[in-house]
């Protein structure tokens, strides 16, 4: 018998706290979604961390169950008023006759993984939206391309720290 290996995700509202799971063994089959009300969420924020974990323990169990699989991990979805998108900019020179390598690629995106970001705030994602060869805009992946300065401008997803920590206290608790 193949090992049932699952993905599951999570989304932590106001409301309601879902999780579904999708075993990745076999393809083409729904996931199977587990629901229940949430617990400790007030417009977007964590108020009792106890029942946050309480809501996820249940909605993840259920999805769980129904799958027949047993959940490791979780993706976790979340929104509210403490979530914002900052557009920011990255330059690496690359020297004349310089080619793009994964690895400037990634030194653009640590950049800006590390930028200025307001007082009790925290990086959650960097999300390419263009990049600039030597001043020309740049389609796709510019990996092998020659330029002397590559640019990354891409989408800083920001969060409030505290929340983004009561969050995670109450999914791994």
Request: aromatic share 2%.
């Amino acid at each position: 018998m193949a090992v049932k290996v699952a993905v599951a995700g999570l989304d932590i509202g106001t409301s309601r706290v879902v999780a579904a799971v999708a075993r990745s063994a076999a393809p083409g089959r729904s996931p199977v979604v587990g629901a229940c009300p949430s617990l400790g969420v007030r417009k977007g924020v964590v108020v009792d961390v106890d029942g946050v974990a309480r809501a996820v323990r249940q909605a993840v169990d259920l999805a769980a169950r129904a799958a027949g699989v047993r959940v490791d991990a979780v993706h976790v979805g979340f929104s509210g008023q403490g979530v914002n998108v900052l557009t920011r900019r990255a330059e690496v020179p690359l020297g004349p006759q310089g080619r793009v390598t994964a690895g400037d690629v990634a030194d653009a995106l640590q950049m800006l993984r590390c930028a200025d970001v307001p007082p009790g705030r925290m990086v959650l994602q960097v999300l390419p939206v263009e990049f600039s060869l030597d001043g020309v805009p740049f389609n796709g992946n510019p990996v092998g391309r020659r330029c002397s300065r590559l640019v990354l401008e891409a989408r800083v997803i920001t969060a409030d720290s505290q929340l983004v920590e009561r969050l995670i206290e109450g999914v791994t608790k």
